[in-house]
């Protein structure tokens, strides 16, 4: 029990019964749908010159047409000084076998300055990266309550040691997590859930200078980006944490490896609520895979029997971004992934049963012509349901001249959950949604603790995009920065349950989803216009629950796990 | 087929109509020629006026009647053509020319088996009737009956033995049915009597690619059009021929031109519209079904394909309603069933999509396509012995359809049977290896039916 800023708030543990004799006499439901007044939620570009981020993404473009050119980079949401704000980390292309840049590349990490600001700090932090970079993962892998950032790349891969101190080492070779070859999406999760942040990293395809292929057009008559069905896949890694700054690399014990991808975007979510993480792994060109954890020893590649595999034609498609989320509220985890133009983007609705059935609705007809990369499932307007933005781009800049209708930059797509369906609100979410990018990663993160969630999306071979969520606080709020003690850091697994009035509603912590990209590691509970929530369960991957009654509303707070809220997290007032 | 303009409809019905009205009483006779003459003119008040007279006097006059049905139809009152015509027809069965006459208004009716009901009716009443045995063969063929066609266009063949059009039109049915020696026969034969007969030219090239030989096929499709000058029904049928030869380009081209001569043509955008389907441009394509469907709201075929069109680029709710009014006007064309069972399928109404998909079976029982999508549904509804036997058939029906091989995969993979499961997708690998497999593409097109035939 305390006081937070003048709010009594009570904690409870194990107190099933209160909780079910208040839902009796309340005569409360879960709600399948937003029946919540709708603010009107716009996202507004934030320029450089007020932000301050002034990085730009190098993608090296050359005539020669290297793969890797065209399918990054990432970017991070991430408070790496534990100041309670989020800062940003970009990744940037760098020397390679294909590629010496004549002014070096950096990767490049940014400080929240708490007013919309940020500053560069890269060279000070010591995380400049250097190698040919793609995406990024931010989790405290050691415990010791600093994110630290793992960093793919067309190379080997680096592994930042949050010091603790503002600045980061890396200890990749020696963590024994460097992975030679092309990586993309990283993940943290326990899959063994023994409290530690193992590591999921997805390989592309097999390539370097000397495989490259001449893909042109005779019309043309000059190169353009060879499809990757051309080369061969590769399997990913999964690492575990040793716990002593090392990990093992387990692919093969653990069956990831016997399934070779061309692999890009990564979730660890739980689709069968096992209470054991799952992955699902996006391929181009070929299959999807969702490994299915078997209680924390092997994985299982069920991806065809789930239907999640191919297009319902059996065609493999051009798989990039993908998420995961119970988006109609049944309990159950649905995925989303990303495809080429013409390929359609799925949403996968989860049928209880590890069988999964394709059910876009208004996302198809809109997808159509678009290839998308960075994607997430996050309640852009509060009102307690998961929203999707979808981040685009073709990744052949000479496509206009090959296939008509189809462009290289393209739009932003924002659609709003209305239970079942979900409905397309670009035109009314704001300039940006008019405007055209070579998008690719994209993080969710609330950059000025005001409740409401923005977004960063990275463009290949421009400045990245910050957009500021107007409206969004509208509806009523709780922020929760989950502290694990004994679950893994970065409380991966951990089912979230929140009520207020007679609406309750449920969120799963998942781990990963997007592409090259990792967001703000906090939750934030919309309610709509409820002033007030009932209750908040927080249950742990460890089995512990904590719960909460009536904690204060429109704050950030911290929850130790076992001990309930602690105090209050840094929050802008409405 | 039958596409005939209200105006040359009118003329014909009235001509036709006149031949019998010869007979009757001097005074019936001189208002119903005076009838007839103002129908001619357009002048259809006045011809109200004289019909009116007659019936006046004499209510069940057949020939009254049947020209006051014609006055009906060209007004586009089709119901009530339809009433006056069949009274004329129950008071005189003997009476020609009314069969004929509610054979073009079931056309426009788009009721297909009371046309063929009706034209049959005609020449059980003039065996060498050369018009209704004409229509009929190639109405009959139009719809998959092939062996009916070229039985009536035997038995009228040594009646008319220099006719060209019905040797051209024998030869078609020969083709369908998969006999390219008595095709090609038959189209010598009409080439014989007319040397530069496009159609039977046209006939040739589709034999020369049925024996695989599109060589020559492509040279007759040349010949072809070096006689089609600036004749939009030509051009036309070159353009259909070239999309059945796969020529797409060609296609496009010789369809582009035929609209361009003729842009008012409904049946020319459709066919347009298709060959866009084959480039592939969904966009294009729908436009030219939208043109088609602006200037003929009930054409059949516009409303499938763009139902077809819409639900390629998952604009379901407005595909549903295109291919729900091409069913209400011919019942009896599967393919329009079975896309609406696959969009009902993506929405999740697995039982209407069975119920459709079994009714597009019914009337086409070799339907791959619709087996398989079939299938599919059981699939989803978790009834896996009735998905592997539609699957099955399916993947027997068409051993090339990745989707069918596709569909058993997950089966098997669910059953617990990864062997078969992996043996399905090694066939998916091994069909994938025969398509252009360097190309980035969405899902193929299912064979539609054949845009249709102007006359």
Redesign the interface.
């Known amino acids: 029990m305390g006081f937070v800023a003048g709010m009594r708030i009570y904690y409870y543990r194990h107190s099933k019964l209160v909780l079910a004799l208040l839902l009796l006499v309340l005569n409360l439901r879960w709600i399948t749908s937003a029946q919540i007044t709708k603010p009107n939620v716009t996202f507004e570009e934030v320029s450089a010159k007020n932000s301050g981020l002034t990085w730009v993404h190098n993608n090296a473009h050359s005539a020669d047409r290297y793969l890797p050119e065209t399918v990054g980079a990432g970017c991070a949401f991430l408070d790496y000084d534990n100041d309670g704000w989020v800062d940003i980390y970009f990744v940037n292309s760098g020397p390679s076998d294909f590629y010496n840049a004549s002014t070096p590349l950096k990767n490049a990490l940014y400080r929240n300055n708490h007013n919309a600001t940020f500053t560069d700090v890269t060279d000070k932090a010591g995380v400049v990266g250097g190698t040919f970079g793609m995406g990024v993962a931010a989790g405290d892998y050691d415990g010791d309550g600093w994110a630290d950032l793992y960093v793919t790349s067309y190379g080997r891969n680096i592994l930042y040691h949050n010091n603790g101190n503002s600045t980061f080492t890396d200890v990749a070779d020696k963590a024994g997590v460097a992975v030679p070859g092309w990586s993309t999406c990283a993940v943290w999760f326990d899959y063994d859930n023994d409290g530690k942040l193992d590591l999921f990293v997805s390989s592309f395809v097999v390539y370097e200078k000397s495989l490259n292929i001449l893909c042109t057009d005779e019309t043309l008559s000059r190169r353009y980006y060879c ?1 990757p ?2 080369f061969k896949p590769r399997s990913s890694y999964l690492f575990h944490n040793d716990g002593n700054g090392k990990f093992s690399d387990v692919s093969k014990q653990s069956g990831i490896a016997d399934s070779p991808g061309k692999s890009f975007g990564a979730v660890a979510t739980d689709v069968n609520n096992d209470g054991w993480m799952d992955l699902f792994v996006a391929n181009d ?1 070929m299959s999807n895979y969702l490994f299915i954890n078997k209680g924390g020893r092997k994985f299982e590649e ?1 991806g ?2 789930a ?1 999640v595999a ?6 493999a498609r ?1 798989g990039m971004g993908v998420d995961a989320a119970d988006y109609d509220g049944d309990g159950w985890q649905d995925l989303f992934v990303a495809n ?1 133009d ?3 983007f799925s949403l996968y609705h989860n049928q209880k049963d590890l ?1 999964f ?4 609705g208004d996302i ?2 809109a997808t ?1 012509l678009l290839s998308g990369w960075g994607l997430r499932f996050f309640d852009y307007d509060n009102d307690g349901d998961p929203d999707l933005l979808l981040v685009n781009g073709h990744p052949d800049d000479f496509i206009e001249m090959r296939v ?2 189809v462009k290289y930059k393209e739009p932003l797509l924002m659609f709003e959950n209305t239970g079942r369906l979900f409905k397309n609100v670009s035109a009314q979410s704001g300039a940006v949604f008019s405007r055209d990018f070579s998008g690719r990663g994209m993080a969710t993160g609330d950059l000025d603790n005001d409740g409401d969630l923005d977004v960063l999306i990275t463009n290949n071979g421009e400045a990245p995009v910050l957009l500021r969520n107007d409206g969004g606080n509208k509806n009523n709020w709780l922020g929760l920065r989950l502290v694990a003690t004994k679950s893994n850091p970065s409380a991966v697994g951990a089912m979230i349950t929140w009520q207020a009035g007679a609406v309750k509603r449920s969120r799963l912590k998942t781990a990963g989803g997007s592409y090259l990209a990792s967001h703000d590691p906090r939750e934030v509970l919309g309610v709509g216009s409820s002033k007030k929530i009932d209750s908040v369960e927080i249950r742990w991957p460890s089995g512990k629950v904590d719960k909460l009654i009536s904690p204060p509303i429109n704050t950030y707070v911290r929850v130790i796990e076992g001990e309930g809220v602690a105090k209050s997290d840094p929050t802008r007032a409405k | 087929m039958f596409a005939l303009g209200r105006t040359t409809l009118a003329f014909l019905l009235v001509l036709q109509s006149w031949i019998f009205v010869a007979g009757q009483t001097n005074r019936f006779q001189d208002r119903l020629e005076k009838a007839a003459a103002h129908i001619r003119d357009n002048r259809i008040a006045e011809a109200e006026q004289q019909l009116n007279s007659v019936l006046k006097v004499s209510p069940n006059q057949p020939e009254a009647l049947n020209l006051l049905g014609t006055v009906r139809a060209q007004q586009g009152r089709l119901s009530e053509a339809e009433l006056l015509l069949t009274r004329a027809a129950k008071i005189d069965p003997s009476f020609v020319a009314v069969h004929m006459n509610l054979a073009f208004l079931y056309v426009l009716r788009n009721a297909p088996e009371k046309t063929i009901s009706e034209l049959k009716q005609v020449i059980k009443l003039e065996p060498s009737h050369v018009e209704a045995n004409y229509k009929l063969a190639r109405m009959l063929l139009s719809r998959g009956q092939i062996d009916e066609s070229i039985y009536v266009i035997e038995k009228v063949k040594p009646a008319l033995p220099a006719s060209v059009m019905f040797l051209s039109l024998l030869g078609d049915a020969y083709l369908r049915k998969g006999n390219a020696e008595k095709a090609e026969e038959n189209y010598l034969l009409a080439i014989a009597g007319q040397k530069e007969n496009a159609d039977a030219i046209l006939g040739l090239a589709r034999v020369s690619q049925a024996r695989g030989d599109k060589k020559s096929a492509i040279g007759y499709l040349a010949q072809a059009k070096e006689l089609a000058g600036n004749s939009a029904e030509l051009l036309y049928k070159i353009g259909v021929a070239a999309l059945e030869l796969e020529i797409f380009d060609e296609a496009q081209a010789t369809l582009e031109q035929t609209v361009k001569l003729k842009p008012d043509a409904p049946a020319y955008l459709v066919a347009l519209g298709a060959s866009w389907l084959k480039k592939p ?1 969904l ?1 294009a394509a729908e436009r030219s079904f939208r043109r088609a469907l602006e200037l003929q709201p009930e054409n059949t075929q516009g409303q499938m394909y763009l139902g077809y069109v819409l639900f390629k ?4 709710s407005e595909a549903k309603g295109y291919l729900e009014k091409a069913i209400k006007a011919d019942a009896g064309v599967p393919e329009p069933y079975y896309y609406l069972g696959l969009i009902v399928q ?1 929405e ?1 109404e697995d039982e209407r999509a069975i119920t459709l998909l079994e009714k597009a079976i019914k009337l086409s029982p070799s339907f791959a396509n619709a087996h398989v999508a079939l299938g ?1 549904s059981y699939l ?1 509804l ?1 009834d896996y012995p009735r998905a592997q036997k539609e699957l099955e058939l399916g993947a027997k029906l068409n051993p090339n359809d ?2 069918a ?3 058993l ?2 089966l098997y ?2 059953l617990k049977d990864p062997a078969r ?1 992996q043996a399905e ?1 090694r066939i ?1 690998e091994k069909l994938k290896a025969l398509e252009q ?2 190309k ?4 193929t097109f299912v064979i539609m039916p054949a845009p249709p035939n102007p006359r």
């Open positions: 499809v069905r051309l060109t069920v065809l029997a239907g191919f297009s319902d034609a059996g065609k051009s080429i013409r390929e359609f069988i059935t394709d059910e876009p198809g007809a159509q008509t209708h | 441009d966009f680029q998952k604009k379901l993506e999740n599919a989803k978790k990745s989707k091989h596709y569909q995969a997950v993979a669910r499961a997708m998916i497999s360097e980035r593409e969405g899902d």
